[in-house]
């Protein structure tokens, strides 16, 4: 009992922790869509995908996401604490309501993928694979005279991950579950037991697509997050998230750090190049119409190769930027090319690519950080097309 009080605790904080990266993540985006995110030039240096912390208190505070200026400054303190924001030198540990640029680490590719967060990423991205199952586990359960929502039977979880190949045995199954349960993705309903490959049920703790404040982050009691008996919530049935495009306009447009991804409301765009590939939770993708505007050019665009260790040369004339794409219901909108590198062959002016910034020519040097460099194009699609919505770039621009 007293290991079981002990894994549930620490469970909880890695929630919270949770909770403050989709948070960030969901303040990043909306930032983006209103241009406070850009390059800023200051002492004869430019300085790529930064914010004035002056500019974004004045945000906060008009979109009534902070009341006052002191919250908003302890809001962003908060990022800084759990290294989603940083100084964009370094230099300071504090927020400051000041003429101050800072970053957020995921723009700069600075953000720590140790194994908590790829344990997070791996648990939305199961989640959203499930989710979006016609016929998913995730379903209306009974344990103990006791009714749960979006609940499954460990077995059948175990049984799920083998069939998908995110396991390669029942063995490897468990020990994704226990990790999970331990990074608190999921819990037992009764929050009584560890995981067992068994008939008990379990639940997931994060609702991932629930649009979150940032002033829930400063609560430090924390409510339990408990999805358990059948009370029907808005929160619960919410279907926007940061990581995924809404399949329908948002019921309420005041709510908090919404994801304003443009809806989508034709057929236009094809897979992420001539691979035939479905991605978790995506509709298989149609082939590019002959009057499209992506043009795939059967020729390359790039004015000369280069070499993985002429990219990486000191005084290359390359910069280096870190975008997130977030897929849409016809996929990302670009083409990729080349063997070791690979690079950026066409771009679809309207598509979620080229709102993020992935223009043609661009080397791709990491994919959810992967590195990618030494790959031929069809893995790095792959990697792309079987990955989560939200992909994480790193490349290599060429220098005009």
Known sequence: MQRTNSMR???????????????????????????????RRYHLRTYPNCFVAQELIDWLVSHKEASDRATAVCLMQHLMDHDIVHHVCDKRSMFKDAKLLYRFRKDDGTFPFNTEVKIFMR??????????????????????GVTYQRSFPGCQFIDWLFQNGEAESRCRGLELCRALQ???????????????????????????????????????????NDEGAVVSTHEENHHDSPFVVRKS??????????????????????????????????????????????????????????????????????????????????????????????????????????????????FVCQVNGQCVLDLDYRTVSRLVMTGPRIVVLEVLEPIE
């Open 9 to 39: 605790r620490k469970a909880m904080a890695r929630q919270h922790k949770a909770e403050v990266m989709i948070a960030g993540e969901q303040l990043r985006l909306r930032l983006h869509d209103g241009k406070l995110i850009k390059d």
């Open 123 to 144: 648990g939305q991205r199961l989640y959203e694979h499930l989710i979006m199952e016609k016929n998913s586990i995730l379903q209306l359960r009974e344990e103990h």
């Open 182 to 224: 331990e990074n608190g993705i999921i819990q037992h309903v009764g929050k009584k037991h560890d995981f067992f490959d068994s008939g008990l049920l379990y639940q997931f703790c994060i609702n991932f697509r629930r649009r979150r404040r940032l002033s829930e982050l400063l609560n430090e009691n924390e409510q339990d």
């Open 249 to 362: 306009p948002p019921q309420e447009q005041n709510s908090a750090f919404q994801s304003d991804v443009k809806q989508v409301t034709g057929g236009r765009r094809g897979s992420l190049n001539s691979l035939q590939l479905h991605s978790s939770g995506f509709p298989p993708l149609a082939p590019l119409p002959s009057a499209s505007v992506v043009r795939c050019n059967p020729k390359s665009v790039l004015k000369r190769n280069f070499t993985c260790d002429e990219l990486l040369a000191p005084g290359a004339p390359f910069i280096k930027k870190v975008l997130t794409v977030i897929g849409d219901a016809l996929g990302w909108g670009f083409v990729v090319r080349g063997v070791s590198p690979c690079y950026v062959q066409a771009v679809d002016p309207g598509s979620p690519a080229a709102a993020a910034g992935v223009k043609v020519q661009q």
